[in-house]
Nanobody
Framework: QVQLVESGGGLVQAGGSLRLSCAAS????????LGWFRQAPGKQRELVAG???????KYEDSAKGRFTISRDNARNTVYLQMNSLKPEDTAVYYC?????????????????WGQGTQVTVSS
């Protein structure tokens, strides 16, 4: 059974940093595109950052220059380093995996999902 387990969320003041981690029980982890999505109350789930199996990355506009996605294939783990956090970054953050390695922005492209971790940024 595939599991993605996020950790690292929490409460932080504006301007602070958090590092999210997602450990995946995927046999061929290295072949997947991995994504970090977020969903704020009353809003659609949106891609924040994605990374392909070859290391190509994609970022949502507001995340560019502040967030960095990375992966450690030896540990089956994907990370999201978030710096200069803003109150509007407050959301539940989910990691997801796409077996077809499309580096897509839409949630429908992702086969597996974690349970989410709450990030709250206070002003």
């Amino acid at each position: 059974q595939v599991q993605l387990v996020e950790s690292g969320g929490g409460l932080v003041q504006a301007g602070g940093s958090l590092r999210l981690s997602c450990a995946a029980s995927l046999r061929t982890f290295a072949r997947y595109t991995l994504g970090w999505f977020r969903q704020a109350p009353g809003k659609q789930r949106e891609l924040v950052a994605g990374i392909s199996y070859g290391g190509l990355t994609k970022y949502e506009d507001s995340a560019k220059g502040r967030f960095t996605i990375s992966r450690d294939n030896a540990r089956n783990t994907v990370y999201l380093q978030m710096n200069s956090l803003k109150p509007e970054d407050t959301a539940v953050y989910y990691c997801a995996a796409d077996a077809l390695n499309r580096l897509a922005s839409t949630k429908e492209a992702y086969n597996y999902w974690g349970q989410g971790t709450q990030v709250t940024v206070s002003s």
